[in-house]
């Protein structure tokens, strides 16, 4: 079982930066992570993503504004994200999952709230 907590949201200026954190409370070694978010009375969506072995791919959205990192001694993952702009302005969720020899287990944080004012 894992566990995931992510903090570090908050309310910024455009243009201006914030980092994510996700903490796991269990070791996420082998899963990949992914950042999503979720605007009001949108669906939620795919930020950024790390696999296990560190490939990232990213939202065209935020490609070149924003940064996914893993430091799996910490199991913590973290999005830098920059130039931040007001439709950036969701919830963020953190997600994990991996295979395991009784099938795929997937798993949430409960969200951090990131408003980008004009």
């Known amino acids: 079982q894992v566990q995931l907590v992510e903090s570090g949201g908050g309310l910024v200026q455009a243009g201006g930066s914030l980092r994510l954190s996700c903490a796991a409370a269990?070791?996420?070694?082998?899963?990949?992570v992914g950042w999503y978010r979720q605007a009001p009375g949108k669906q939620r969506d795919l930020v950024a993503r790390?696999?296990?072995?560190?490939?990232?791919n990213y939202a065209d959205s935020v490609k070149g504004r924003f940064t996914i990192s893993r430091d799996n001694a910490k199991n913590t993952v973290y999005l830098q994200m920059n130039s931040l702009k007001p439709e950036d302005t969701a919830v963020y969720y953190c997600?994990?999952?991996?295979?395991?020899?009784?099938?795929?287990?997937?798993?949430w944080g409960q969200g951090t709230q990131v408003t980008v004012s004009s």
């Open positions: 997600n994990a999952n991996r295979q395991t020899p009784w099938g795929p287990r997937e798993y």
């Open positions: 269990g070791s996420i070694f082998t899963c990949n």
């Open positions: 790390i696999t296990s072995s560190g490939s990232t």
